[in-house]
């Protein structure tokens, strides 16, 4: 089983709402991410999880919160947020932190924020 | 700073061809190399990961290629057919993934 679940799939949002995006794996991973992609551009990363610690925030704005819960669970909570951050939304994991393991996608979660 | 390029952006061939996506790379201290694709408002499904200490790696229709010394990388598809219709995605799967600029594929009847 090489499944990354995201939830919901669709996601439409005021910009004085509060959202959560939740990602689950059960694949014994020990690292997690969260990408952002905007549409015909290539992922972008935002955090990294290592044994359920941040291990890189690559200068997200803060009305992006991540939280890894326990090690099959990832959430973005998401608050205040503007109509340029409308985009899909990608989880990932991989066995442990890069090195000669293989990342596994989930299906996204699309964004619309109003 | 690693910068992953692919060549070409966009490829419309027709159903039976053998194709080669090629993505190269800035930074040569590259670890492993990883191949995705997505289709249109999808996730990402990897396709092959090749490690440093292999140059390549295949799987069915699909053979992969990494050449750390030139900083470049190859996916050759054997036998396009319409359903290899997607975005192809190259990685620098080192330490975090950086992705290349994509190439987008449509394979035609």
Same mark, same amino acid.
């Given at each position: 089983?090489?499944e990354v679940t995201q939830t919901?799939k669709?996601? =439409? @949002?005021? @910009? ?5 995006l939740k990602c689950e794996q059960? @694949?014994?991973?020990?690292?997690m991410y969260w990408y ?7 992922? %972008?990363? @935002? ?6 610690? &941040? ?11 991540? %939280? !890894? ?5 990832l959430?973005?909570? &998401?608050? +205040? #947020? ?7 939304y990608l989880c990932a994991s991989?066995?442990?932190? &890069?090195? /000669?393991?293989?990342?596994f996608f989930g299906q996204g979660t ?5 | 700073?690693?910068? =992953? ?5 966009? &490829?419309? =061939?027709?159903?039976?061809? /053998? #194709?080669?996506?090629? !993505? ?8 492993? #190399? $990883? ?7 999808k996730g990402l499904?990897?396709?092959? *990961?090749? $490690?440093?200490? $292999? ?7 699909? /053979? ?14 054997? +036998?396009? $057919? ?6 192809? *995605? !190259?990685?620098? /799967?080192?330490?975090? *993934? ?8 449509? =394979?035609?009847?």
């Amino acid at each position: 089983d090489t499944e990354v679940t995201q939830t919901p799939k669709h996601l =439409v @949002m005021g @910009m004085t709402n509060k959202k959560s995006l939740k990602c689950e794996q059960h @694949m014994g991973h020990r690292a997690m991410y969260w990408y952002k992609q905007k549409a015909k551009k290539p992922p %972008e990363l @935002m955090f990294v999880y290592s044994y359920e610690k &941040l291990s890189i925030n690559e200068s997200v704005p803060s009305r992006f919160s991540p %939280e !890894c819960p326990n090690s099959s669970l990832l959430n973005l909570h &998401l608050h +205040a #947020l503007q109509p340029e951050d409308s985009a899909l939304y990608l989880c990932a994991s991989s066995p442990l932190r &890069l090195v /000669n393991t293989e990342a596994f996608f989930g299906q996204g979660t699309r964004l619309t924020v109003v | 700073k690693q910068e =992953v390029t692919q060549i070409p952006a966009a &490829l419309s =061939v027709p159903e039976g061809e /053998n #194709l080669v996506l090629n !993505c190269s790379f800035t930074d040569s201290a590259i670890y492993n #190399l $990883q191949w995705f694709r997505q289709d249109p408002g999808k996730g990402l499904t990897s396709l092959l *990961l090749i $490690q440093s200490s $292999q140059r390549e790696q295949t799987s069915g229709r699909l /053979n992969a290629s990494l050449d750390k010394s030139s900083g470049r990388s190859t996916l050759y598809i054997a +036998a396009s $057919q319409p359903g290899d219709s997607a975005t192809y *995605l !190259c990685a620098d /799967n080192t330490d975090k *993934l950086i992705f290349g600029t994509g190439t987008r594929l449509q =394979v035609f009847p």
